[in-house]
């Protein structure tokens, strides 16, 4: 909920609450020929999956709610902001004024400039890694967000993404952070520790491949 409303969509820009793809969306999530087949090695399985990032976007840009471990931890200085993911714990270094983007150091989770704007932190995020697309979105792509103190307990989410390679325009969403409370520690995300669906998957596989294999 927010300003009391009801929302059935994240997006608000378009009104239509719905991603403007240019074309055939399912175009950006083919395979590519040249890349390791889903399950010829860990190189191939998604990147949530090898515990690299966390699934549906929850790392970040933009920050997305997931089916669980939705919890983020902000720490400022007068130079930084650190935000650091629940999920498969990813950090976000933004670089406070900054003047431009790395050139060249493709990051997971883009590289983040932060300005302040009255007591809204805008960061814009550029360069990030090919193997993290976002929604089919390409090198191009490009995310601003907005972070503004709503109350005591929230703070207001904003972000726009745009790619113009993918998405026939902008689109925006928006959505409410609600503080934990100070009692309740943020808890170690194990992930390679409990991770037996990657080896189980690669092993299926091969063991199928054993079983089409001429004898």
Request: net charge negative; aromatic share 10%.
């Amino acid at each position: 909920m927010i300003n009391g409303e009801f929302r059935s969509s994240i997006i608000i820009e378009p009104a239509n609450g719905q991603i403007p793809y240019l074309g055939d969306p399912r175009a950006r999530f083919r395979r590519d020929a040249s890349a390791p087949g889903p399950s010829d090695g860990p190189e191939g399985r998604p990147l949530a999956e090898r515990c690299l990032l966390a699934f549906g976007s929850h790392s970040g840009p933009p920050m997305l709610p997931v089916m669980y471990n939705n919890n983020y931890q902000l720490v400022q200085t007068d130079d930084y902001v650190m935000i650091l993911a629940e999920m498969a714990h990813d950090a976000r270094i933004i670089r406070i004024n900054d003047e431009q983007h790395m050139q060249g150091m493709k990051k997971w989770m883009g590289d983040s400039i932060g300005r302040w704007e009255g007591d809204t932190l805008v960061v814009i995020t550029q360069e990030f890694n090919p193997q993290q697309s976002f929604r089919g979105a390409s090198e191009q792509l490009m995310v601003t967000e907005k972070f503004s103190r709503y109350s005591d307990s929230q703070i207001l989410y904003r972000f726009t993404v745009e790619d113009p390679t993918v998405f026939s325009e902008p689109f925006t969403g928006e959505m409410m952070m609600g503080a934990r409370p100070a009692t309740e520690p943020l808890y170690e995300y194990a992930c390679h520790e409990g991770n037996y669906a990657l080896p189980e998957i690669l092993a299926g596989a091969r063991r199928l491949e054993q079983h089409n294999s001429p004898q």
